[in-house]
């Protein structure tokens, strides 16, 4: 499938996300570029951490619409299905909003990270802030180019960690 065959989406976050998330966040690929690597993530503290970022409004789906494949695949009155490929989140941290991105390792490299990302400007909790913040291991290359492909660009490095940032372009804060 092709970036035309489907449509991306992003909802809040529910207590039916709970596995969802659990499952996503300890992903091998993703725990090998994070700054707090925990594969052993027990269920319980999952729960804690999980709850606390539904209350905070910062944690997001990210779901998959799929068009036709082809004619015979059509159904009259079948309604679309909406399934879920990742998950979106923000950190407040002192007033810097900090976005992270894990997608279903099955659905990466076809562009859904960015297709997201273009959407997260518009969701973000801080919605009123000057910009949204990513930090990205220098040797992450699937996530440099899709944030660089939403728009973010690189602030600073820090050790082995590269600081990118996506600005409000001015005249467009009205839009968001
Ligand atoms: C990072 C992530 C969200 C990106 O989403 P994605 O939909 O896979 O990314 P995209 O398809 O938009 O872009 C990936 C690009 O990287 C390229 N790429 C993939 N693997 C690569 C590699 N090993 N080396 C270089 N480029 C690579 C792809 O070819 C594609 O390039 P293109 O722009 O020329 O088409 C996703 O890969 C992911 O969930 N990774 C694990 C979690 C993670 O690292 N999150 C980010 C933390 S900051």
Redesign the pocket.
């Known amino acids: 499938m092709n970036e035309q065959d489907s449509t991306v989406t992003i909802r809040p976050a529910t207590d039916a996300d709970a596995v969802l998330f659990w499952r996503l966040w300890t992903?091998i690929?993703?725990q090998r570029?994070t700054n707090t690597p925990r594969l052993d993530l027990p269920w319980e503290e999952h729960l804690h951490w999980f709850a606390r970022q539904i209350d905070g409004g910062g944690a997001f789906v990210i779901e998959e619409e799929e068009g036709p494949v082809d004619d015979y695949s059509v159904l009259p009155g079948l309604p679309c299905v909406k399934r879920p490929v990742?998950i979106v989140r923000f950190d407040d941290d002192g007033g810097d909003l900090w976005v992270?991105?894990?997608?279903d390792p099955a659905t990466?490299?076809?562009?859904?990270?960015?297709r997201a990302l273009n959407q997260v400007a518009v969701l973000s909790p801080g919605r009123r802030t000057p910009g949204i913040w990513?930090?990205?291991h220098r040797l992450?290359?699937?996530?440099i180019?899709?944030f660089e492909?939403a728009g973010y660009v690189c602030d600073r490095a820090d050790g082995v960690w590269l600081i990118y940032v996506w600005r409000h372009t001015p005249g467009t804060r009205e839009h968001l």
């Open positions: 992903d690929e993703t570029f990742g992270s991105i894990v997608l990466r490299g076809r562009h859904i990270g960015r990513a930090r990205i992450n290359a699937p996530s180019r899709a492909a």
